[in-house]
Nanobody
Framework: QVQLVESGGGLVQAGGSLRLSCAAS????????MVWYRQAPGKQRELVAI???????KYVETVKGRFTISRDIAKNTVYLQMNSLKPEDTAVYYC??????????WGQGTQVTVSS
């Protein structure tokens, strides 16, 4: 079992920055990938950024060049640095992990609101 706890959301003006954190606990050595998703009101949840066990990162096109996913292995934490935020980035951001056993885990979500 893996537990994920997000933090760092909030209200920011357009053009501003926020850093989200996702702290993992439990069977962390079994984790394959960690992913940030987001879900805006009335929209489907979408993948924002992924970091694999090997450190490879990928991003949805709409955030490339603005968001950076990274990890601190010693702290068992994954970050999402979000710069040049836009109102359309407003959403609940969720941390997700999968493990080698095929299990999936979600955090509780953190709200990000970008005002124009």
């Amino acid at each position: 079992q893996v537990q994920l706890v997000e933090s760092g959301g909030g209200l920011v003006q357009a053009g501003g920055s926020l850093r989200l954190s996702c702290a993992a606990s439990g069977s962390i050595l079994s984790i394959n990938n960690m992913v940030w998703y987001r879900q805006a009101p009335g929209k489907q949840r979408e993948l924002v950024a992924i970091i694999t066990n090997g450190g490879t990162t990928k991003y949805v096109e709409t955030v490339k060049g603005r968001f950076t996913i990274s990890r601190d292995i010693a702290k068992n934490t994954v970050y999402l640095q979000m710069n040049s935020l836009k109102p359309e980035d407003t959403a609940v951001y969720y941390c997700y992990a999968n493990d080698r056993g095929g299990n999936t885990y979600w955090g509780q979500g953190t709200q990000v609101t970008v005002s124009s």
